[in-house]
């Protein structure tokens, strides 16, 4: 594993928690209606996580165009928890999703 | 589920199944050095179209960005199958990584 | 590939249809709180059908092991949905998930 | 998320990275041909430890279900690789299996 990736990999695993704790407790809120999108935006930006994490931890010969695509979904999902940063869980999750794609950026170019 | 996605998550589909049966047909072969490229491209390749087929049929916010990763990885997949088109497994790869990444790019576009 | 996978694998990806449509028609519903439940389990069913077709079609070798976790994610997912099955949605996703429970068992006896 | 979990995901985490790197270094050897199996083995067991720390952290209905096919999947993995222990990645490989397997059945017990 490229040594440069450690610091990327260790981003996109806290985004990856991040995002599926997100995820359950969105579903366990009252006001669950608002939190549709967040709902779908957490468990595909963890998915992608944890698939940027693989590429780079195996050294995929995509490894650029997944961790792009990682920063494009940190980028979303990142705007639509700001939106409910009065939850704990989505202020967090804002929090590591633009941290994994500013890394996932650098990592890239 | 989107009407217009019916062929490219067909598409997808078929490509995930040619890539999972290269996958192991390579792994298999005597020449097993020469595909070791193959056998990452495969497994990877294989996964990402699982992944388009999943967004398309989710409706996921981010079908077009994972749609586009999904054509990158085909045409590359698809390119290194098609140096071992002599292994009608290879050569089968790559025709459905071909046809994936051209239903891929049209329904993007 | 085995032949004999060939109808667990179809009934595998039949039901990771149904369970990414269920999953994005729970999640627009009016009575979204009722769906939680539904929403989690579409989601996780879809991606170990995937996991299940998968494994069939490289030869894994935890196949058997993986088919009996989709049958179990199956069967669990239906009774869920079969709650609410008012939703035409809910309906087909649990005939789907208990039918791939079904080829599921049967492939791995 | 269930604190009990916190180690056990650090177990599958750890794991998940040494079958990656495994992977990738058993597709570079010289003896490739040999390590067919082990290939197979750690993309496969490195695809479970996500799945299962992704249950864990999202606290899925399925979680004990998939921690002991992840536990199944490590000691598999780690026998193959205990194998060719010469190879240094699998010698770490197989070590953060069998912790992987432990923490996994003693989650779920």
């Known amino acids: 594993m490229n040594m440069?990736?450690?610091?990327?990999i260790k981003a996109c695993l806290e985004c990856m928690k991040a995002c599926n704790?997100?995820?359950?407790a969105c579903l366990n809120e009252e006001d669950i209606k608002m939190m549709?999108?967040?709902i779908r935006l957490d468990r595909e930006c963890a998915d992608i996580c944890s698939l940027a994490a693989k590429?780079?931890?195996?050294?995929?010969?995509?490894?650029?165009?997944i961790c792009l695509l990682c920063a494009d979904i940190c980028e979303k999902c990142g705007e639509e928890c700001?939106?409910?940063?009065?939850?704990?869980?989505?202020?967090?999750?804002?929090?590591?999703c633009f941290k994994c794609a500013e890394?996932?950026?650098k990592m890239v170019s």
């Open 4 to 8: 440069n990736y450690e610091e990327c």
């Open 21 to 24: 704790s997100c995820f359950d």
């Open 36 to 38: 549709a999108r967040c």
């Open 55 to 65: 590429a780079m931890q195996s050294n995929s010969p995509l490894v650029k165009e």
């Open 82 to 96: 700001k939106k409910h940063s009065h939850h704990e869980h989505c202020l967090q999750c804002a929090e590591s």
């Open 103 to 105: 890394f996932c950026r």
